[in-house]
């Protein structure tokens, strides 16, 4: 697929009209190599003859790198330079707020423009050494019940840039540059965070494409899964396009209880969303779908529910990630119990799946799975009053043991 760029306000001397509105600059962060390479003929910024190696040069400073101004790229001409700076942008986002958990997990309030703000957990000790948990919306519109998201309108997709810039910030933070040092903190990145990614595919495989390249950051593409809740239609695109590792939002196993936790699946049920995985490009024991299932104490975590699972994913190279429920600020739900968890998963083992039981990380920072929402201010002043004892009769601490 294509993609055209808008380079207008980056051409020199393209001054807009008395009555248009200046653009921001465009970010290089965000584009994919072939981009880059015209985004810089476009610009009039460096020759036919010498983008393909000027592209490369550039590219390798940003993602390899690491730079945030162009007058780092010591091998570029100074007056390529002051050209790349008069055009275009390599800023970071502005970094409002880092929390850091008591277990070692970091949680970043990224802004990104006036009124886009977008949170990015890093979890330490998972996949091979670290994750960084994207987003890939800011808000979400599935509004699945168990979500702290989906209580956050949608405002817009991110740009390519935007995605990208999340996992700047994180090796900013942890010290990664270059990317091509050894003993790497973040070895895995999972489209996990706010919004469903399937809902902004273009941008989603733009950034996959930069995050994987091997003169860059350098992820492999078998080091990045992208979570969805089951936009059917996009499955194949996804697989086909970015070979990411797959992740199903599960949480039921029919279509009634499903349609209530996850309202997606009233467009794409069960038996739809189970037809596009089986389909999935490049599933095999290799390659195994993640099926996601947090843990709802009363609603979803029998041994009657165990059993359904089993028969629901029957013949599909997978793994099931049990989820303790992490608590938010006016939750309906609660956690499993241990037992309950535990006796769940004996059941999922003895039928050949693997089902880990995800520790929940990040929980006092609010980062745990599902708790991510960019009004932070409003969730700390909330969660600030309940610590002094200014609880709401009926409501439940969000930092409360399960």
């Not at 000027?54 to 091998?75: L, P």
């Not at 078998?222 to 089951?230: A, D, E, F, L, Q």
């Not at 190279?317 to 037992?339: D, E, M, Q, R, T």
């Not at 693997?354 to 708790?371: E, N």
Request: proline content about 6%.
């Amino acid at each position: 697929m294509s993609t055209t760029l808008d380079l207008s306000r980056a051409r020199t001397g393209s001054a807009p009209g008395m009555n248009a509105t200046p653009r921001a600059p465009v970010n290089l962060s965000g584009l994919t190599r072939s981009q880059l390479q015209t985004a810089l003929m476009a610009a009039d910024v460096v020759p036919a003859d010498k983008a393909r190696m000027r592209a490369s040069q550039v590219w390798r400073w940003i993602h390899q790198a690491g730079a945030t101004e162009f007058s780092a790229m010591t091998n570029v001409a100074r007056e390529t330079q002051t050209r790349l700076a008069a055009a275009f942008t390599i800023a970071r986002p502005e970094v409002v707020e880092r929390q850091v958990s008591k277990d070692g997990t970091r949680k970043w309030l990224i802004r990104t423009a006036p009124g886009i703000e977008i949170e990015t957990v890093y979890i330490p000790d998972v996949g091979r050494s670290g994750a960084l948990c994207v987003s890939s919306q800011v808000g979400c519109t599935l509004n699945c019940t168990f979500c702290h998201t989906g209580t956050q309108a949608l405002v817009r997709n991110l740009t390519a840039a935007e995605i990208v810039a999340q996992v700047q910030v994180a090796k900013d933070d942890l010290a990664e540059w270059p990317s091509d040092k050894e003993d790497r903190l973040l070895s895995n990145v999972v489209f996990m965070g706010m919004g469903e990614p399937l809902y902004n595919l273009d941008a989603v495989a733009d950034a996959l494409d930069i995050l994987s390249d091997n003169e860059g950051i350098g992820i492999s593409r078998r080091r990045i899964t992208v979570s969805t809740s089951g936009v059917v239609p996009q499955l194949e695109t996804l697989g086909t396009r970015t070979q990411a590792m797959l992740a199903i939002s599960l949480h039921a196993t029919n279509d009634t209880l499903r349609d209530e936790l996850v309202p997606l699946n009233r467009k794409y049920p069960l038996a739809e969303l189970m037809a596009g995985i089986r389909a999935y490009p490049g599933l095999s024991n290799a390659r195994r779908v993640t099926f996601e299932y947090v843990m709802l104490k009363g609603v979803n975590d029998s041994p009657a529910e165990a059993r359904a699972l089993v028969n629901l994913i029957k013949g599909i190279p997978a793994k099931v990630n049990l989820i303790p429920f992490n608590p938010w600020p006016g939750s309906p739900y609660s956690c499993s119990g241990w037992g309950a968890i535990e006796t769940f998963a004996a059941i999922l083992n003895k039928a050949g799946y693997a089902s880990p039981i995800r520790t929940p990380r990040g929980r006092d920072i609010l980062a745990a799975c599902g708790q991510l929402k960019s009004e932070s201010e409003k969730v700390r002043a909330s969660v600030r009053r309940r610590s002094a004892g200014d609880q709401a009769p009926g409501e439940e601490s969000p930092l409360a043991p399960n």
